[in-house]
């Protein structure tokens, strides 16, 4: 969970980080990769992760504060409390700033959704009831926001899991792991939007389109952060790092 302190302690170790660099040779003697990172961390992140430089309507724009688990729900899941998605909005407000800062990959997590049911995990109707608006609000909130700075073309939002679930509701009241079939969405990007990719058999069990992989994901993600043309022709790029971005092929109906 993504707390108040939690930002004043990342924007006390940047700051940290700072200093200690300006003080030794460490950052001349780091590899051209090392210093981009560098770069990125010591030049704008830290004021990235300040959000009282955030005007307050749109602090509260993205807020998922009220998307706790009902106390019902806390009483009986001992995850419950961990897996309350209150945080959501804040990580996701901050993930439009490090963008604009300079970050060229950011990774925000919205854990819960193992729905088995049980003793430790979330029933589907415990763990829909808060979970599922949070992220409503959080991602809605950061598409309009984003759109609003005519940043879309340039920022890519993708909505992904490990895999999806099983079409039936087991004996818990949850969803089993299901690898043949699962649901992404993309937004911004300079991809084109505003479609729906791909279609399921009646059940929800398999693809009955042409199926998407893990490696055209990837490549339309790739396509989206370089010029990948260009990158071939670029100098001192690792060959397996080349040949990950350069080799999949982009999902066509976004390109």
Not at 58 to 83: E, K, L, M, W
Not at 150 to 159: E, F, R
Not at 180 to 187: D, E, G, I, K, V
Not at 198 to 224: C, F, Q, W, Y
């Amino acid at each position: 969970m993504l707390t108040v302190f939690d930002l004043q302690r990342q924007v006390a170790q940047v700051d940290r980080l700072r200093r200690d660099a300006d003080k030794n040779e460490s950052l001349e003697l780091a590899n051209r990769f090392e210093q981009q990172a560098f770069d990125v961390l010591l030049r704008g992140v830290a004021d990235a992760f300040d959000l009282s430089k955030e005007q307050q309507p749109t602090i509260q724009r993205y807020d998922t504060g009220a998307f706790s688990p009902s106390h019902a729900v806390q009483q009986r899941n001992s995850y419950a409390r961990q897996f309350s998605p209150v945080a959501l909005g804040k990580q996701m407000l901050l993930a439009r700033r490090l963008c604009e800062a300079g970050c060229g990959f950011v990774t925000v997590t919205s854990p819960g959704w193992d729905m088995h049911g049980g003793g430790k995990e979330f029933t589907m109707s415990d763990g829909t009831a808060s979970l599922a608006p949070a992220v409503d609000k959080a991602v809605s909130a950061f598409i309009e926001d984003v759109e609003t700075r005519g940043l879309s073309s340039k920022i890519l939002l993708v909505i992904t899991g490990e895999f999806g679930r099983t079409p039936r509701i087991n004996k818990n009241g949850g969803r089993d792991h299901w690898g043949n079939l699962c649901t992404l969405a993309f937004a911004g990007g300079g991809l084109t939007m505003g479609q729906v990719i791909g279609k399921s058999d009646r059940t929800g069990s398999e693809p009955n389109s042409d199926p998407i992989s893990s490696s055209n994901v990837l490549a339309t993600i790739m396509h989206s952060l370089f010029d990948v043309g260009e990158l071939r022709l670029l100098p001192g790029v690792p060959k397996d790092v080349e040949r990950v971005i350069t080799s999949g092929t982009p999902i066509r109906e976004l390109i």
